[in-house]
């Protein structure tokens, strides 16, 4: 009796091992899959940023062409004595600060991008938890 007592415990105890082991696998491939949508879902979300910053530029660039050709005629109707080319000088200087302002802003941005922290840190979590466990 004793020696069936010791194999049953011996199995349970097998059993249990196995259920851990396979628990641990499930949580590993649970947490690969989800990091793998996750890293899906930012690039399609950076895609469609993009997307509409190109577009958005576009628009923005035919404005500025028809702004920038059509202000240093205003400035010169407004100031008489301004000459044209003054006029082109005044307005192109403006929008050249504005665009090394934006660019300056568009690169810092774009360097705090980090789309992947958020799943690499759950990743590194479960793989702690597992690994004390």
């Known amino acids: 009796m004793?020696?069936?007592l010791e194999?049953?415990?011996?199995?349970?105890?097998?059993?249990l091992l196995r259920g851990i082991?396979?628990?641990?696998?499930?949580l590993l491939?649970?947490?690969?899959?989800?990091?793998q949508v996750e890293i899906k879902n930012d690039i399609r979300r950076a895609a469609m940023a993009i997307g509409m910053l190109m577009i958005g530029a576009g628009f923005f660039f035919v404005a500025l062409l028809l702004?920038?050709?059509?202000?240093?005629?205003?400035?010169?109707e407004?100031?008489?004595?301004?000459?044209?080319?003054?006029?082109?000088?005044?307005?192109?200087?403006?929008?050249?600060?504005?665009?090394?302002?934006?660019?300056?802003a568009g690169k810092v941005t774009l360097g705090d991008?980090?789309?992947t922290d958020t799943a690499l840190k759950g990743l590194k979590e479960n793989l702690q938890w597992k690994t004390k466990n």
């Open 2 to 4: 004793a020696t069936q």
């Open 7 to 15: 194999t049953e415990q011996d199995t349970g105890l097998a059993s």
């Open 21 to 26: 082991i396979d628990d641990a696998q499930k």
């Open 29 to 35: 491939v649970d947490q690969l899959t989800l990091f």
């Open 67 to 76: 702004l920038g050709i059509g202000t240093p005629y205003l400035l010169v």
């Open 78 to 104: 407004l100031f008489p004595r301004l000459p044209l080319w003054g006029g082109y000088a005044i307005v192109g200087g403006t929008i050249l600060l504005l665009a090394i302002i934006l660019l300056i």
């Open 113 to 115: 991008f980090r789309p």
